[in-house]
Every structure is written in C-alpha cells, then in structure tokens.
C-alpha cells in the first residue's frame, strides 16, 4: 500500500500539489469512491484509480533505451558530472531507474536504463554472454591478425584473457570496424585495441543482445522499449 499522491506523482499525473488541489476538487476516485485525503492508502495493483476521468495504468518498471551523448558518466548521482539519469525527464526519474552496466563518459550509443533490479542482475551476470556490438573508429589501420587475436581470445593488460571476440573491418576504410564481445571488463574494448598497440578514437554501441540502437534516435534521446524488446530481454 502507498500514498494516493504518492502513486499517482510517480506516474506522472503531477506534482504533490497539484495532486492535493485535484483530491480536494473531488477529481481523483479510488475503486469508484471519491477520495476524500491525498495521503490515504492504496494498492496501485489491485486498486482502480480514476484521476479526472481517466483510469491510471500502473507499471512497476520502466525499461528505457537512450542513446548515450559524450560527457555523461554512467551513474545515478555523481558529485562532479551529469549523470545519465540527470538526462531523463521527470516522469521517468521517479521510477528511479539505474543504468544497465557502465559506457565510459566518452562513449556513445546505447544504453538501457530500468528499476527492474532482477532483469538487470541477469543481463550482467558473468556467464549471462550477452553480445554487445560497437563501432569502433581507431588510430592505425586494423588488419587480418587483428581479426584472428580478436577470435583466440585477446590478453589485456592485467593478464585477463578475453573471450573470443569479432572484429569486422570496414571495407572503405580500415581505421573503422565493428567489434562483438560477450563480457564486459572495465575499458574492455579501449583495452584490447591497446594490447594490439591501436587506440581507440571514437567508441560507439550499436547494439546489446537483440536490442538495436536507433538510427534516428538523436544523441542524448530516449525512448522506452517495446514490449516485443522487453520479451526478448526477458527470454535471453
Ligand atoms: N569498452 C570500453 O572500452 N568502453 C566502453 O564504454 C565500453 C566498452
């Protein structure tokens, strides 16, 4: 049970005061009867919430896709940078979403975002495997032995060795290529480029597990999933 102007606050049907004036008006009615106290209890499960005419659809979770602007750090709060939550507008911040791992503050792309604790738990377990795809733009020319230790396994610094790993190279230019990996360790992809004595210049995810970036989703845009992305997250 929670507050009424709780519930209906953190689904976006205004602020506290607001809600109160609504209340006060007689506007907001709890399983047909009109509630008399913005503080009164209810089930936002079981309960049927009418605010001026219109029933309140209930979600616990929100999955969000953003694609992630340079400059932002992967975080909830943090004392000195904007944090990928800091870009979210109010009505999905109270559903206290948290980012689904980590994109460096230069990188770009696709980011999830959900208050979905277990889903989020399993999409970065160790043995969860999930393919993460990135555009990768580097300082030298990538070429064929570049692409076979990406398939052995790369060692980086630390001594960690890499799961194998595709490296596509474009054909237009060699400086730009795609590489899938299935882990994700601290700096992953800057790291192996390194090990190979390449650096990365611009680093960008187009896509994690079946979900895809959107090409027409601007830098620092961001649209909620469809249920269709929810599923297949969900069955991965
Ligand atoms: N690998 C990196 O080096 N940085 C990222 O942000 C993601 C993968």
């Known amino acids: 049970m929670e507050r009424l102007d709780k519930i209906l606050g953190n689904m976006g049907y205004g602020s506290r005061k607001e809600i109160k004036e609504s209340v006060r008006k007689g506007l907001v009615t709890v399983n047909g009867i009109v509630a008399k106290d913005p503080g009164m209890k209810a089930d936002p499960e079981k309960d049927v919430i009418v605010i001026d005419g219109e029933e309140i659809v209930y979600r616990k979770y929100i999955?969000?896709?953003?694609?992630?602007?340079?400059?932002?750090?992967?975080a909830t709060f943090d004392n000195h940078d904007t944090t990928v939550v800091d870009l979210l507008p109010f009505d999905y911040k109270s559903f206290e979403p948290f980012p689904v791992g980590r994109l460096d503050k230069d990188t770009v792309g696709l980011l999830l975002l959900t208050n979905d604790g277990e889903l989020n738990h399993r999409l970065l377990a160790p043995k969860s495997h999930v393919d993460k795809v990135y555009y990768v733009n580097l300082e030298n020319e990538a070429d064929e032995s570049d692409i076979e230790a990406f398939r052995k396994g790369l060692e980086i610094d630390g001594g960690y060795r890499c799961m194998p790993a595709d490296l596509v190279i474009s054909e237009d230019d060699r400086k730009e290529v795609h590489v899938t990996i299935r882990e994700g360790k601290f700096h992953q992809v800057k790291r192996m480029f390194k090990a190979r004595g390449n650096e990365v210049t611009f680093l960008q995810r187009v896509s994690f597990g079946p979900i895809v970036l959107d090409e027409d989703?601007?830098?620092?845009?961001?649209?909620?999933?469809?249920d269709e992305e929810i599923n297949m997250l969900q069955n991965l």
Request: glycine share 10%.
């Open 63 to 74: 999955y969000l896709l953003m694609n992630k602007p340079a400059g932002v750090v992967s």
């Open 217 to 226: 989703l601007d830098e620092g845009e961001i649209r909620e999933l469809t």
